[in-house]
């Protein structure tokens, strides 16, 4: 049992890390849950705090990527990638070293990687001499934390410290690639664009074969998950559907007619996916807490962009109904 607290002292955040440890730190894309990856002990002091299963890997981060090579090894095109795509959204499956304990990689030889962007975050790992192995701060399975005050939510009394970095910038978790034999193989969308990378590389993204599946949890099929059943679909037949039940809708920009317009939830306005992403996680916590409402129901989002990671972790919140 811990007195969490919410701050913005680094200071205190390198001493807790230095002593083993956990943190609950700012990113770019979501709040991550941080403890040295060197030390196996405090890595394991992040499952507990998260109830997550061993058998999850987790992302290591660092502040360079001359840090990057000395956990794991790249080859030529991963390292142009990290060139020109980090820090940023962006998460790599490199060839691990042995420095890595097996805890942080679940057993396998390929380690995650990433330089998170928030300066909060990097002036932190550059004050530290080893990498912060971080999953996303939330209870496994509920939707990930974009504020420090989303994380005490789920965390309180598991965890000593929060670093205050305000509302993540891009809000849905890292895009997680692997090379191999020079294709680019695409482990989870994400809050970088899976175009961008293709038009880095002039390579057309793919998906990882059947047995190549991590039994990880970002692939798990319910993930991401409100407590309130989500449905993603067609408004006007699912509005139809469940027309006994009280609804809030989560739509990108349309208003609809036959729902009051206080439970529509639009996401940008201005049809914007970035802005929607931004928006999609927080919503769906705020419906939620509000604690009035039977289902959620989710327009589909335009398979692009980013807007390939909202479709994604919609589906993945959704609750499987029986009807
Ligand atoms: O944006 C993000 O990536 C955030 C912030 C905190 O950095 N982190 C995050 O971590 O989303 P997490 O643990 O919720 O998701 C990490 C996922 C795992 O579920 C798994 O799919 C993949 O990364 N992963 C990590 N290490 C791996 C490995 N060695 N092999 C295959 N997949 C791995
Ligand atoms: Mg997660």
Known sequence: MFNTHIGTDIEFAKQL???GDVVAVPTETVYGLAANAL????VAKIFEAKNRPFFNPLIIHTHSIEEIAKYAEFDNLSLLIAQKLMPGPLTLLLKK???IPDIVTAGSDKVAVRIP??????SLLKSINFPLAAPSANAFGYVSPVTAEHVFQGLQNKIPYIIDGGNSAVGLESTIIEIENESIILHRSGGLAIETIEAFTTKKAIKPTQQKLPKTSGQLKSHYATATP???GNITELLHNYASKKIALITYSNIYKNIPEEDQFVLSRIRDLKEAAKNLFSTM?????QNKYEIIIAEFFPNEGLGIAINDRLQRAQFIHKH
């Open 97 to 99: 070293k042995s420095v």
């Open 117 to 122: 962007n928030h300066p909060l975050l990097l």
């Open 285 to 289: 916590r705020t419906l939620d807490e």
């Open 230 to 232: 989500l449905i993603q």
């Open 17 to 19: 890390l230095i002593s």
């Open 39 to 42: 030390d196996a002990g405090a």
